[in-house]
């Protein structure tokens, strides 16, 4: 029997830089599967003083890679994610300064996991919400993701401007790898 191949496509960057906007409306242009940030939502309704422990941060990440593998079962031809395992990292590098073994691990097997990653700027306006921490740390978030892609040898597409002319990008590189 013969697999279909799914094209994995992750999207990283800073809070309240489209992530979430470009994969759904991705995942409904290609009618296929989308995994949001469980993290985000699992913070949501677990945090206390705007902090998670450690073992609730592998938590998230073990869970995100759950959904992933559950709608990868469902998708056909792409498979849009909304973050992964090193952003997970990076919150636990923020406010801890370390990370579980477990999530250093997790954090670094996600190059292998995805196929396509876009890296979406922070040139868009900061969306101020309860949860965020403030438009100064997106600056420093987006610094950080950024370098430890390059750190790591991820190869990433940059996203910047509208909606529209992000999807464009992303179309025109979803084109050239298939």
Not at 100 to 129: G, H, M, Q, W
Not at 148 to 172: A, P
Request: glycine share 4%; with cysteine; aromatic share 10%.
């Amino acid at each position: 029997m013969s697999h279909k191949k799914i094209t994995k496509v992750v999207f990283m960057g800073a809070p309240s830089t489209g992530k979430t906007t470009i994969a759904k409306k991705l995942a409904e242009h290609f009618s296929t599967q989308l995994v949001l940030e469980y993290g985000r939502t699992f913070w949501e309704q677990n945090q206390v003083d705007r902090l998670l422990s450690q073992e609730q941060l592998l938590h998230i990440a073990q869970e995100q890679i759950r959904q992933e593998e559950e709608a990868l079962l469902k998708a056909n031809e792409y498979l849009f994610v909304d973050t992964n395992a090193l952003t997970t990292w990076h919150f636990a590098q923020d406010y801890y300064g370390c990370a579980l073994p477990e999530l250093d691990k997790l954090a670094d097997e996600s190059k292998a996991r995805f196929d396509v990653v876009f890296l979406c700027c922070d040139d868009i306006p900061f969306e101020d919400t309860w949860e965020r921490s403030g438009e100064v740390k997106r600056k420093e978030f987006q610094v950080f993701i950024e370098n430890q892609l390059d750190k790591r040898g991820i190869k990433y597409h940059v996203l910047k401007g509208t909606v529209k002319q992000r999807m464009s990008k992303v179309l025109d590189v979803l084109k050239a790898v298939s």
